[in-house]
């Protein structure tokens, strides 16, 4: 699946960039972060090579619909962290961007803030972040509709195969927006949904006054 949304310009000369529960997309480029996982110094070349996807294709070889969603890859690291534990792996003001595809609902609504802040204080002056969340709003609306309210119940509260799959907040793009200002991101705005099922994706910037 096509996602130039999620590519900055010349980003392929930052220095630090970090991708956040990763899950089953290990990124070129990113220092690729889960709680779990296999670390990719053991998986082995072609394992590690089968599983790699590039910011503008990130769920390349993993397309699917609502209705027939594929199946995830190993969960492949280079750092095992948790969101409320990743500012001990990294300096302050020391990382260039920060992607978090669909893992941070996983969090409740004050662990998200907290998680917010941290990327906040780890992302450099002017650093970037993308985030993607399910959308409440649309979800609803989908919810009514009866082709879809199974998958739309498991799309609102996770899957429930283990303790990090539970859904703990929910987002509007209003609400998100609203999230990432209060901590202090600026030039916020809403990108284009990639995903086949309701999701926000937000792009901000940190700014520091002066």
């Avoid at 920060?98 to 609902?105: G, R």
């Avoid at 998200?112 to 993308?130: C, E, K, M, P, W």
């Avoid at 509007?172 to 209060?182: F, H, I, P, Q, Y």
Wanted: hydrophobic share 40%; aromatic share 12%.
């Amino acid at each position: 699946m096509s996602t130039p949304q999620l590519h900055d310009d010349n980003e392929e000369y930052w220095q630090t960039k970090l991708h956040m529960g990763c899950g089953g997309v290990y990124l070129a480029g990113y220092v690729n972060v889960d709680a779990q996982g296999s670390y990719a110094y053991s998986v082995g070349k072609r394992t590690l090579l089968k599983n790699t996807r590039f910011v503008t294709d990130y769920y390349a070889k993993l397309e699917g619909s609502w209705d027939n969603l594929p199946k995830a890859n190993k969960v492949i690291v280079d750092v095992k962290a948790t969101m409320q534990d990743i500012r001990e792996k990294f300096a302050d003001n020391s990382v260039d961007k920060i992607v978090a595809i669909q893992t941070m609902e996983h969090l409740d609504s004050i662990d998200f803030i907290n998680a917010l802040d941290s990327f906040y204080s780890l992302l450099d002056h002017s650093g970037v972040l993308i985030v993607s969340v399910p959308d409440m709003e649309e979800s609803l609306d989908w919810l009514a509709d009866p082709e879809k309210t199974e998958f739309t119940i498991r799309h609102l509260r996770g899957s429930l195969k283990d303790r990090w799959s539970i859904h703990r907040s929910w987002w509007t793009g209003e609400s998100l927006e609203n999230a990432l200002a209060w901590v202090g991101f600026r030039e916020i705005q809403r990108l284009e949904n990639f995903h086949c099922y309701p999701s926000v994706v937000m792009r901000c910037v940190k700014y520091v006054k002066g």
